[in-house]
T-cell receptor
């Protein structure tokens, strides 16, 4: 199946630091999404990107849809303890009814 | 405001047993999905449905069956449980259509162990 390469796999950062993670693929995607999963919960959508080059913010989170449509990054500024969790990128290869492909996730730990 | 509800939350099965994971959504969403999540891995699509009476295989459908007799419900059945099916299962739904965006709502997950 299609693969999304998400990096890094895990991160340990100090509270207040900025964080950056990214996803790449050899395929062109129509949509990029970023989800966060808290322990024992299902993923929750953070940011959705629909156009190449699009830069979207949600509070301290910023994500961009790469110009080539093959990559996306997520930045978290001034991290806080509740940012702890697993962040997943997901891409959609086709129109609105095409199922999502997920990356393997980035596990974020924040040290207070 | 229930959203997507999955049951059971936890289950231990013996090899060869069968069971059904229940999923229901109260948002009148057309699209429903079943994913499995293995440790250190992303979510892999098992089956999905674009509406009542319609189901399609995802990336990893072997060993599973689904049905969609109503808009609200999308049960996932394991007929002969195998250790390889030990995983966390997530049901999800989306309103559907080109203008709906891609807000997929996930359930809280079902932890299944096959021993």
């Amino acid at each position: 199946g299609q693969q999304l390469n998400q990096s890094p796999q895990s991160m340990f950062i100090q509270e207040g630091e900025d964080v950056s993670m990214n996803c790449t693929s050899s395929s062109i995607f129509n949509t990029w999404l970023w989800y966060k999963q808290d322990p024992g919960e299902g993923p929750v959508l953070l940011i959705a990107l629909y156009k190449a080059g699009e830069l979207t913010s949600n509070g301290r989170l910023t994500a961009q849809f790469g110009i080539t449509r093959k990559d996306s990054f997520l930045n978290i500024s001034a991290s806080i303890p509740s940012d702890v969790g697993i962040y997943f990128c997901a891409g959609q290869l086709g129109p609105g009814n095409t199922p999502l492909v997920f990356g393997k996730g980035t596990r974020l730990s924040v040290i207070a | 405001n229930a959203g997507v509800t999955q049951t059971p939350k936890f289950r231990i099965l013996k090899i060869g047993q069968s069971m059904t994971l229940q999923c229901t959504q109260d948002m009148n969403h057309n699209y429903m999905y079943w994913y499995r999540q293995d440790p250190g891995m992303g979510l892999k699509l098992i089956y999905y449905s674009v509406g009542a009476g319609i189901t399609d295989k995802g990336e990893v459908p072997n060993g599973y069956n689904v049905s969609r007799s109503t808009t609200e419900d999308f049960p996932l059945r394991l007929e002969l449980a195998a250790p390889s099916q030990t995983s966390v299962y997530f049901c999800a739904s989306k309103r559907g259509g080109q203008s709906s965006g891609n807000t997929i709502y996930f359930g809280e997950g079902s932890w299944l162990t096959v021993v």
